[in-house]
């Protein structure tokens, strides 16, 4: 007796995978049943000890004392100094800047410089 294949469904091979299926769940049910029952509950992660807020400010004033303070500027009593003929003022740093020319200098400078403009525009080079 063979059985040939057929155009519809096989009923009697799907009643059997059913059957196969309902094993497995009822299986799965019973040993999930036995591990609740025989396994005790280890926490998963570990607790951390309470810390109070009077703790915590204590570790930051700690940190706080730790860090280097930045330096301050000179005060402003040094800005107002005027400083003596022939001595170059220092910057924050220890080295000498130069002198700053005076205002008719400037004056003077400037004045040469439109001079020089002017020649240029007049050969129209500008």
Not at 26 to 49: A, C, D, G
């Amino acid at each position: 007796n063979v059985k040939l294949g057929g155009l519809g469904p096989d009923y009697e091979a799907i009643k059997e995978k059913k059957e196969k299926f309902k094993l497995q769940k009822k299986y799965s049910r019973q040993i999930k049943e036995y591990n609740m029952k025989n396994i005790t509950f280890v926490p998963w992660l570990p607790t951390k000890p309470q810390v109070t807020s009077s703790e915590t400010r204590q570790k930051a004033l700690e940190y706080a004392k730790k860090i280097p303070r930045p330096k301050t500027f000179l005060s402003r009593q040094s800005d107002r100094e005027v400083p003596e003929e022939g001595v170059l003022p220092q910057s924050s740093d220890g080295t000498s800047l130069p002198e700053i020319p005076s205002l008719e200098t400037l004056r003077s400078r400037h004045e040469k410089e439109k001079e020089v403009v002017a020649a240029f525009k007049a050969l129209h080079i500008l």
